[in-house]
């Protein structure tokens, strides 16, 4: 097997045990398990809390002491034992600890398979920029496959409508998008993919603790030092504040189509029945997105790839804003999730390649954990607790529903002022003169 398809699969599967539950999982909880938003909110927050230490500390790991491809197989296969734990777990105390601890090994793996991605890659005299997004964009794939296989089986029953009896037994095993199978679904790809990564070609620590060493390169702290540089400085920055919109996305998106089920007239809308399966369009669109990447950075740079992201970002929002489940309406909730995919990857990624081609070899592995750590760890609950604030106090009503015209539209105006702060405030002058194979990013 070719190392190209190796890591496909990687990617593939990296992204197929998350997309498996994450979009149901406010659904799973409210819906199928009955608990109150009290007992069940803070379970939102356990992606962002083991982002803000677990990546950056499993970089160092990966940095220092052990190989990479291994510590990422032993993440995989403890995630996969959680999810196990999850599939049989009724109370919601338990289950946001359990939940905790899952996401603790899982969040390093998304930096980990970028940095694994690139050594060998480059190990293998691969150009980087061009060859890893046609690889990473089978993560994406991945994705959307495991919504579509959770969220499609849900109706799975129906198919015995048409004589095919397959579609009921399916459906008897894995119940539907918010049964709690789908974590068993999960786990088992997970610790398969766990396994899977012993078998990679071997991603050694970059470099031994040296004679002399300072305490905070003994202890792998020395990726720090990037907050000292102004201009990675601001890039993490903002990096945490675009991780707080993309929260706001991953938390409130399938919530937001399900609603119109309390409107009479859209109740039976396939806004409502399919929500995650048009919430996977977004998923779709970043395919494309994904491959445009390196035209992109060559050609405009990364500060305005950024800015090109953050204004998908306020249209992202904006057309939610003004969506419905019928007539223009319904081409704006379209819209919306076929922008999102060029305002998830001119960030995510482009980010991640931002930091793979501008940092030392040395500390990649702990710089792209400082990466996750600002955008899924400080900016995820920074967009969870202040977004929770904002709806709960001014935008709910007395009824319960939520106002979700004004809640989009104020989340429109937060990505259109973080967009013309980015624009004044982050300098970056691109040479695409001065391109050289397999670094398309000036510093």
Same mark, same amino acid.
């Given at each position: 097997?070719?190392?190209?398809?190796?890591?496909?699969?990687?990617?593939?599967?990296?992204?197929?045990?998350?997309?498996?539950w994450?979009?149901?999982l406010?659904?799973?909880?409210?819906?199928y398990?009955?608990w109150?938003g009290?007992?069940f909110?803070?379970?939102?927050?356990?992606l962002?809390?083991?982002s803000?230490f677990?990546?950056?500390?499993?970089?160092?790991?990966?940095d220092?002491?052990?190989?990479?491809?291994?510590?990422?197989?032993?993440?995989?296969?403890?995630?996969?034992i959680?999810?196990?734990?999850?599939?049989?777990?009724?109370?919601?105390?338990?289950?946001?600890?359990?939940?905790?601890v899952?996401?603790c090994?899982?969040m390093p793996t998304?930096s980990?398979?970028?940095?694994?991605?690139y050594?060998?890659?480059k190990?293998?005299?691969?150009?980087v920029?061009?060859?890893?997004?046609?690889?990473?964009?089978w993560?994406?794939?991945?994705?959307?496959?495991a919504?579509?296989?959770?969220?499609?089986l849900?109706d799975?029953?129906?198919?015995?409508?048409?004589?095919?009896?397959i579609?009921t037994q399916i459906?008897d095993?894995l119940?539907n998008?918010?049964n709690a199978?789908?974590?068993?679904?999960?786990?088992?790809?997970?610790?398969?993919?766990?396994?899977?990564?012993?078998f990679?070609?071997k991603?050694?620590?970059?470099?031994l603790i040296?004679?002399?060493?300072?305490f905070a390169?003994?202890?792998?702290?020395?990726?720090?030092?990037?907050?000292?540089?102004?201009?990675?400085?601001?890039?993490?920055?903002?990096?945490?504040?675009?991780g707080a919109?993309l929260?706001?996305?991953?938390?409130?998106?399938?919530?937001y189509?399900?609603?119109?089920?309390?409107?009479a007239?859209?109740?039976?809308?396939?806004?409502?029945?399919?929500?995650?399966?048009?919430?996977?369009?977004?998923?779709i669109?970043?395919?494309?997105?994904i491959l445009a990447?390196?035209?992109?950075?060559?050609?405009?740079?990364?500060?305005?790839?950024?800015l090109?992201?953050?204004?998908?970002?306020?249209?992202?929002?904006?057309? &939610?804003?003004?969506?419905s489940?019928?007539?223009?309406?319904l081409?704006?909730?379209?819209?919306?999730?076929?922008?999102?995919?060029?305002a998830?990857?001119f960030?995510n990624?482009?980010?991640?390649?931002?930091?793979?081609?501008?940092t030392?070899?040395k500390?990649?592995s702990?710089?792209q954990?400082? &990466?996750?750590?600002?955008?899924?760890g400080?900016?995820?609950?920074?967009g969870?607790?202040?977004?929770?604030?904002?709806?709960?106090?001014? &935008?709910t009503?007395?009824?319960?529903n939520k106002?979700w015209?004004?809640?989009?539209?104020? &989340?429109?105006?937060?990505a259109?002022?973080?967009a013309?702060l980015?624009?004044?405030m982050?300098k970056?002058k691109?040479?695409?003169e001065?391109?050289?194979e397999g670094?398309?990013?000036?510093h």
């Amino acid at each position: 097997m070719n190392l190209k398809l190796r890591l496909t699969i990687l990617s593939f599967l990296q992204f197929f045990v998350w997309g498996a539950w994450l979009t149901t999982l406010g659904t799973y909880g409210f819906s199928y398990k009955q608990w109150s938003g009290a007992e069940f909110g803070a379970v939102f927050s356990t992606l962002g809390i083991a982002s803000i230490f677990m990546p950056a500390l499993m970089g160092i790991i990966a940095d220092k002491w052990i190989n990479a491809e291994k510590l990422y197989g032993i993440l995989h296969i403890l995630y996969g034992i959680t999810l196990f734990l999850l599939a049989k777990t009724d109370d919601p105390i338990t289950f946001f600890w359990i939940l905790l601890v899952g996401m603790c090994f899982f969040m390093p793996t998304l930096s980990l398979s970028n940095s694994i991605s690139y050594k060998l890659l480059k190990d293998s005299h691969y150009d980087v920029v061009k060859v890893f997004p046609p690889i990473r964009v089978w993560g994406t794939i991945g994705f959307i496959v495991a919504m579509w296989t959770t969220n499609f089986l849900s109706d799975a029953k129906s198919f015995s409508n048409l004589g095919i009896d397959i579609g009921t037994q399916i459906a008897d095993f894995l119940g539907n998008s918010i049964n709690a199978n789908q974590f068993y679904f999960a786990g088992i790809f997970a610790v398969f993919l766990g396994i899977f990564a012993f078998f990679l070609p071997k991603c050694p620590p970059p470099r031994l603790i040296k004679e002399g060493a300072s305490f905070a390169e003994k202890l792998g702290l020395d990726a720090f030092k990037l907050f000292a540089d102004r201009k990675m400085a601001l890039f993490f920055f903002f990096s945490m504040f675009l991780g707080a919109a993309l929260q706001l996305t991953n938390m409130y998106g399938d919530t937001y189509l399900k609603d119109f089920g309390n409107i009479a007239a859209f109740k039976d809308s396939a806004v409502v029945h399919y929500s995650t399966m048009i919430i996977s369009i977004s998923q779709i669109s970043e395919t494309l997105f994904i491959l445009a990447i390196p035209f992109f950075l060559y050609k405009f740079g990364i500060k305005k790839v950024m800015l090109i992201s953050m204004i998908a970002w306020v249209l992202r929002f904006g057309f &939610f804003s003004f969506g419905s489940p019928e007539g223009f309406g319904l081409i704006l909730i379209i819209l919306s999730n076929i922008i999102y995919g060029m305002a998830f990857d001119f960030f995510n990624i482009s980010g991640s390649l931002f930091i793979e081609t501008t940092t030392d070899s040395k500390i990649r592995s702990s710089a792209q954990g400082l &990466f996750m750590m600002m955008t899924n760890g400080f900016g995820a609950i920074l967009g969870s607790y202040v977004s929770g604030w904002l709806i709960s106090s001014f &935008f709910t009503e007395q009824s319960g529903n939520k106002m979700w015209h004004e809640i989009w539209f104020v &989340f429109a105006v937060y990505a259109l002022i973080i967009a013309l702060l980015f624009a004044v405030m982050f300098k970056h002058k691109h040479h695409p003169e001065d391109v050289t194979e397999g670094a398309v990013l000036n510093h």
